[in-house]
């Protein structure tokens, strides 16, 4: 039997609500070791540092994440108004995501087996 009515239950759910600005890629086709490469770059920085340093990374999940820092960026300043000068990258972290299976001919009838790996891929932020 749950406790309390609907709208109470949904009321204490939504207090416990993390308010930060925020943004979530979901289904990068990157695998999690390659972000976590450019994301271990940015963790900690201001967001101007760690813009420039996506921009100038020659990694293809640096633009990536460069175009999810500036959503964040954009959801911290027109959701929270918090103003771009204080902000920094508080966690930045990738999860595990689904893997496309292919299959590769190789010799003598055989097939191998190759996993195009997928990660889910967030950003918060938080001022200083």
Do not use: W
Not at 20 to 30: N, Q
Not at 91 to 114: D, H, L, T, V
């Amino acid at each position: 039997m749950a406790k309390g009515h609907r709208s109470q239950i949904k009321r204490e759910r939504n207090a416990q609500k993390d308010t930060r600005p925020s943004a979530k890629l979901s289904y990068a086709r990157v695998s999690v070791q390659k972000a976590c490469f450019v994301l271990d770059a940015i963790r900690g920085k201001d967001v101007q540092t760690a813009l420039g340093i996506l921009t100038y990374s020659p990694r293809y999940a640096s633009s990536l994440i460069k175009k999810l820092l500036e959503s964040a960026i954009a959801n911290a300043e027109n959701n929270n108004g918090m103003s771009r000068e204080n902000l920094y990258v508080e966690e930045c972290y990738a999860n595990k995501g689904p893997i496309m299976k292919r299959i590769k001919p190789r010799a003598q009838g055989r097939a191998y087996r190759i996993e195009k790996r997928m990660s889910h891929i967030t950003v918060v932020l938080n001022e200083r």
